[in-house]
């Protein structure tokens, strides 16, 4: 705690920045007090800015758009300590340049994914996958390991090929495949904590137009039987992306309802030109006609993911997100979900919704902190990764509710972590413990080291990211 005469110090500080800032993710669930919010109009005052901040060792936490469920992204509270603390934005890094030569785009730390990828387009190119929604910072998906659904594609990370970072002293390095390959393994998935990435390269591709394919099925209680269909069509489908099964609560019961329908969709490429109709129905998050079977055609972006317009429904949700080598999907999905009816009984807070079980595939790689790394996969596993999410969604904003849901979220990592060699979503529920970190991310030690070199006085770290990734010599970083 601040004592009053820092505190009228603190007073004064904001003073001269104008005013306090206080930091909310897009649900509002995570929140912090920091002395300012800090918008860069170009690299170059970025680098000055924490040149001058470097001295006082001030907390400083870059962000993106604030679209995650846990608290990754999140200040150094200003009542926890004596030093500054600061959001940082580089939303005005918005420069962008296209080569058609080599099939890259180098753009500004401003950029969303939605802009980017209406850029892309405009210039007759395209991503090979996306996320489904859009609403995030580029950076910032990139950071975390966000990814789309195919066993043969990697997250969107995989596709940065360079980048200009700023570390706390404000020195810049540029990190690329060709000059420090291995480095940059590091830098892909940063989760915000090797500095400040300005600029991004990524390989992009031409116009890819796909067929989406919708189809409806039948739901069973019969876990073991569902998954194992599953299975079989991930097998036959390269991209496929299942929403389901869905429950309702059922507030007489006080228990959920299977659905009697769910429904999946896949996606493949295509030489048909005709017509560009699956921005038609968006179907994210439940929004739209989406228990029908139908196809659509479209160019990659719009017929993956979805722009904000096409989000009908904001409520809170808590959400896990775990992958897990592909060959144990079936019978995890089915204990997931038997798991998840054991804690029915102890949810008991008001307003529960709706809750969707969601499943994708996703090719391994070797980003250091990447969910679906391969360094620790034993003989016999074929490196495609597979992803089981669950949305608890509610039908009122009551945090009582979404925390009871969360709590109970966290439990599916203690109850199979092990057994199935999971990894969650660095930005969806993702529970501290360092031990299980290091066995799930062999390369964690090579991590650190370079935190430590782009970081000696742990100002980029809060209480998550010293957790999680146990980084010991910040144990005292809100005093130090
Ligand atoms: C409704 C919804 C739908 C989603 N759908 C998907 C999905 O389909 N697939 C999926 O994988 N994920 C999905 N996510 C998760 C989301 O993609 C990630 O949480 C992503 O990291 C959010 O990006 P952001 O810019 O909003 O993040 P923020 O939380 O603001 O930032 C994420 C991280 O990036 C770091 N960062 C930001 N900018 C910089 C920078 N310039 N330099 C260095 N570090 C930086 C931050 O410090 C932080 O650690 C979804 C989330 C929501 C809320
Ligand atoms: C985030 O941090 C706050 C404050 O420490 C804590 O109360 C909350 O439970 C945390 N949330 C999650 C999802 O871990
Ligand atoms: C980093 O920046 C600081 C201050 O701007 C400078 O004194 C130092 O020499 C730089 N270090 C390196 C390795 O460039
Ligand atoms: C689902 O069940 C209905 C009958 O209840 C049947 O007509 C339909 O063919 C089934 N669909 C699938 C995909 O099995
Ligand atoms: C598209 O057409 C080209 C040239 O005819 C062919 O080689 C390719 O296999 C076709 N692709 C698909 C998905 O039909
Ligand atoms: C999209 O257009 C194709 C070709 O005309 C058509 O077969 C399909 O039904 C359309 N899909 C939707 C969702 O309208
Ligand atoms: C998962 O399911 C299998 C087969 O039903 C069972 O043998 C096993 O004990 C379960 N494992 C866990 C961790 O729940
Ligand atoms: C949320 O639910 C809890 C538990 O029932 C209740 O005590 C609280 O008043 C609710 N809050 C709001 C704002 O409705
Ligand atoms: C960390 O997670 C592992 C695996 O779930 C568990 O065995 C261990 O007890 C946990 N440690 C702590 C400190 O929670």
Known sequence: MASPKLALLLVLLHAAFGSAYRWFNWQFEVTCESDAYIAPENEAATAKFLQEQYHKGSHIKVVGNGHGFGNLTTCVDNSLTEKPTYIVSLTNLKHLKVNKADMTVTFGAGWDVDDLTEELKDNGLSFNHLGVERVQNFVGATSTGTHGSGSNIGNIASQVVGLRVLDSQG?????????????????????????????????????????????????????????????????????????????????????????????????????????????????????????????????????????????????????????????????????????????????????????????????????????????????????????????????????????????????????????????????????????????????????LAIQERQDPKCQFVNEFLVQQLGITRCAGFLSN
Not at 211 to 237: C, P
Not at 294 to 315: L, N, Q
Request: with cysteine; net charge negative; glycine share 4%.
């Open 171 to 447: 020195n810049l390095s540029v990190i690329d495949k060709k000059h420090n390959a291995e480095e940059l393994k590091a830098f892909r998935i940063s989760l915000g904590a090797l500095g400040l990435i300005t600029e991004m390269t990524i390989q992009v591709q031409p116009t890819l137009l796909m067929k989406k394919t919708t189809k409806v099925l039948n739901a069973t209680s019969d876990y073991s039987k569902m998954y194992k269909d599953l299975a079989q069509l991930y097998k036959e489908h390269e991209r496929m992306t299942v929403w389901g099964p869905h429950f309702n609560w059922d507030a007489d019961t006080q228990s959920w309802a299977l659905e009697p329908t769910y429904f999946l969709s896949w996606w493949e490429p295509t030489n048909y030109t005709d017509v560009r109709n699956c921005t038609l129905n968006y179907c994210a998050n439940g929004c739209g006609d989406c228990k029908k079977e139908y196809i659509c055609y479209d160019e990659m972006i719009d017929a993956v993911s979805c722009p904000p317009e096409g989000v009908c429904a904001r409520e809170f949700y808590a959400e896990i997100e775990h992958f897990l080598p592909i060959e144990y999907y079936a019978e995890a999905a089915a204990n997931y979900t038997l798991f998840q009816q054991a804690q029915t009984p102890r949810m008991k807070a008001p307003y529960n919704h709706q809750m969707v079980f969601q499943h994708r595939t996703l090719r391994g790689d070797d980003a250091y902190m990447s969910p679906v790394n391969t360094y620790n996969l034993g003989p016999g596993l074929s490196g495609v990764f597979a992803i089981i999410e669950i949305d608890w969604i509610q039908e009122y904003n009551n945090f009582t509710t979404l925390w009871q849901n969360q709590e109970l979220a966290f439990e599916f990592l203690t109850q199979f972590g092990e057994t199935y060699n999971v990894r969650p979503h660095w930005n969806k529920m993702s529970p501290p413990n360092a031990t299980y970190t290091l066995e799930k991310f062999p390369k964690l030690p090579e991590f």
